[in-house]
């Protein structure tokens, strides 16, 4: 079992549509990033979390440390958001650094 | 402000080579992190520099060595290729590193592609 578990895998939305993509982990955590990846590989990270709620345009992030889960959603979706979406975390320890484990990602298709 | 800068960003080696890849952080950003991406064992944790020493390295065989200049500049080497190493190599920078209570933003770069023939 992965420590990281994402779900869906595959997600096809129409263009409006609100969008939920879950991740649930294992471990202990100092934090989770939420990051996205077009096709041609670049990944941008949208969010780091360590608690609570974050938001930044249509996208809402959510975590709740003692369920060890996390949401991302998409407010509004747009074609333009057609991506994976991957979730990761920094698992805790003082010799874990900076070490990300991910989750396997979620391929978001909106249609218009 | 630049972002992380990975150069190249396409290569094509034969088996048996060897080849570096290189990743350029974000201005003051100390910490730089590899990771290489195949479709079959999608991201996987390869090393993590800081203040030119490694810190962590990933379950991967001792042909992917990397170093760290005093510039915070890292390098990736491989050597002896194998088909297998064809992947993505993305490499991410922070500030300092992740752990005892701190927590930083990783950020990363475009990625290397490497296709080994």
């Known amino acids: 079992k992965n420590e990281v578990e994402q779900s869906p895998q595959n997600l096809t939305a129409q263009e409006g549509e609100f969008i939920t993509i879950n991740c649930s982990y294992s471990?202990?955590?100092?934090?989770l990033h939420w990051l996205q990846q077009h096709p041609g590989g670049g990944i941008v990270s949208l969010f780091m979390l360590s608690s609570g709620k974050k938001k930044h345009g249509r996208l809402i992030a959510t975590i709740n440390i003692q369920e060890k889960h996390s949401s991302l959603h998409i407010t509004a979706s747009h074609p333009r958001d057609s991506a994976v979406y991957i979730c990761?975390?920094?698992?805790?320890?003082?010799?874990?650094?900076?070490?990300?484990?991910f989750g396997e990602g979620t391929q978001l298709t909106v249609n218009p | 402000k630049a972002g992380v800068t990975q150069t190249p960003r396409y290569l094509i080696k034969t088996r048996g080579q060897q080849v570096t890849l290189s990743c350029s952080p974000i201005s003051g950003h100390r910490s730089v992190s590899w990771y290489q991406q195949t479709p079959g064992q999608g991201l996987q944790f390869l090393f993590e520099?800081?203040?030119?020493?490694?810190?962590n390295k990933g379950n991967f065989p001792g042909r992917f060595s990397g170093r760290q200049f005093s510039n915070s500049r890292s390098e990736m080497n491989v050597s002896t290729l194998e088909l297998g190493d064809s992947a993505l190599y993305l490499c991410?920078?922070?500030?300092?590193?992740?752990?005892?209570?701190?927590?930083?933003?990783?950020?990363f770069g475009q990625g290397t592609r490497l296709t080994v023939v």
């Open positions: 471990v202990g955590i100092s934090a």
């Open positions: 520099y800081f203040s030119e020493t490694q810190r």
């Open positions: 990761a975390v920094f698992p805790w320890g003082e010799t874990s650094g900076s070490r990300l484990t």
């Open positions: 991410a920078s922070s500030l300092v590193p992740t752990g005892g209570g701190i927590s930083t933003e990783a950020f």
